[in-house]
Structure formats: structure tokens, C-alpha cells
């Protein structure tokens, strides 16, 4: 089936510092990614949808300029949390669409396994 | 209103007992639902889709009542490795674009 690897699956960093976190599909090609933040006991929180060679869709309330998105390639998509502080803390999870799954169907969501997200 | 809303629980059964959860949706143009299951601290990972005709899967079924723009989750003879938290997932109208709900939280107990 689909698979998609996130990392890294685990940051610490200090306030002020960037973290980037990719998201690899390993046997399909995904057009399209999807970001999300989930803080404890909520829900999932899409933050932007990400577009191979286009620029990503942000969710309303959501700082493009802060978290930078990039999916340069069929298979990559990076997000960049730009001066990281407490606040921006959370488990961040990506996933893909394998539009060429036969088992799953075009709209189910496979996802990454997450990354959690603590700044200092 | 929010796009897709769940009752957090969480929903405490003994093992064996018979559990449902629903699930509302907000734009009655969307095509697309799921049930997906997290585990603590884990990512979501899909329970089932939801078709118009319902589907089952061994002990789960799922229902979609258009008119009432909801969804059901039932799950029969709940097993301890049942506990999780239960994500409703409905894609935007007209979009490929899935929302999630806050999820169910199940305590399956002995």
C-alpha cells in the first residue's frame, strides 16, 4: 500500500531557530500534500494544502511567512517552521493522496507518521 | 458551525458491548467521508470509508444519512485493542480537501 515517511519524527530546538520537517512519498506520486498541527486532545488542524511546482493554499489563520512550505518534486514536500517559539509546540503530520491506488481508492488519506515539535 | 463536529466522550463500554458514534457535516455538497482511528500520539490511520449504501467490515459499519448530514460509526463486540480515538473525516464540498473532526474518544474496558 501507500506509504509516506515523515522526518524527523521527533525536534527540540530553541526559541528563534527553523525546523524543517519533510514529507516523502516512497511508491506513489502525490500532487498534492496536505500539512497539519495537532495540539493535545484537539483535532487535526489542516494548515495548508501543498502543490507540486505551485505555491501551497493556506488555511485562514495560518502565517504563510512562518511556516514555509515547498514541493518541488512529485514525491517531496518540506515544511519550514521559521523562528520557532513555545507557542508553535505541537505534532505536526503530513499526508498524501495516492491517486493511483488501486486497494484504497483516489481519496483516502495516507499519512506520515508525524513530527513532534518542542521549542524551548 | 463548525464544518465537522464529534462528540468527544469519551465513550466508556466493557469489552463485548456494542458502541455507535455520529458525526455531523456542515456543507451538503461533500462527497467524501471516512472513519479514521488514532492512537495516542500516533497518526491517524483509516478505519473505513463511508459509502451511500453503508458498509460493513467484520465488526464495523458505517452509515452516511445524507438528509441529515451525518455519519455513523457502530462497532460490535468491542475489543480491548479497540480504545482509540475515532476521526471523522469529510472532505470539503466540491474539494478534495478533507476536514477533520475533533474525534470520539473509545475506553474499551475489561
Known amino acids: 500500500g501507500a506509504v509516506v515517511s515523515q522526518h524527523p519524527s521527533r525536534v527540540i530546538c530553541k526559541s528563534g531557530t527553523s525546523v524543517k520537517i519533510e514529507c516523502r512519498s516512497l511508491?506513489?506520486?502525490?500532487?498534492?500534500m496536505f500539512w497539519y498541527r495537532q495540539f493535545p486532545k484537539q483535532s487535526l488542524m489542516l494548515m495548508a494544502t501543498s502543490n507540486e511546482g505551485s505555491k501551497a493554499t493556506y488555511e485562514q489563520g495560518v502565517e504563510k511567512d512562518k511556516f514555509l512550505i515547498n514541493h518541488a518534486s512529485l514525491t517531496l514536500s518540506t515544511l519550514t517552521v521559521t523562528s520557532a517559539h513555545p507557542e508553535d509546540s505541537s505534532f505536526y503530520i503530513c499526508s498524501a493522496r495516492d491517486l493511483g491506488g488501486q486497494s484504497s481508492g483516489a481519496n483516502v488519506l495516507t499519512f506520515g507518521a508525524g513530527s513532534r515539535l518542542t521549542v524551548l | 458551525r463548525k464544518e465537522v463536529e464529534q462528540d468527544p466522550g469519551p465513550f466508556n463500554v466493557p469489552e463485548g458491548a456494542t458502541v455507535a458514534f455520529n458525526c455531523t457535516y456542515s456543507?451538503?455538497?461533500?462527497?467524501?467521508f471516512f472513519w479514521y482511528r488514532q492512537d495516542c500520539r500516533k497518526e491517524p490511520k483509516l478505519l473505513m470509508s463511508?459509502?451511500?449504501s453503508g458498509n460493513e467490515d467484520g465488526r464495523f459499519t458505517a452509515q452516511l444519512n445524507r438528509a441529515s448530514q451525518y455519519i455513523s460509526l457502530l462497532i460490535r463486540d468491542s475489543k480491548l485493542s479497540d480504545s482509540a480515538t475515532y476521526l471523522c473525516v469529510v472532505n470539503r464540498g466540491g474539494s478534495y480537501i478533507p476536514t477533520f473532526g475533533r474525534g470520539t474518544s473509545l475506553i474499551v474496558h475489561p
Open positions: 463511508v459509502y451511500s
Open positions: 456543507n451538503s455538497a461533500s462527497q467524501s
Open positions: 511508491d506513489f506520486q502525490a500532487t498534492t
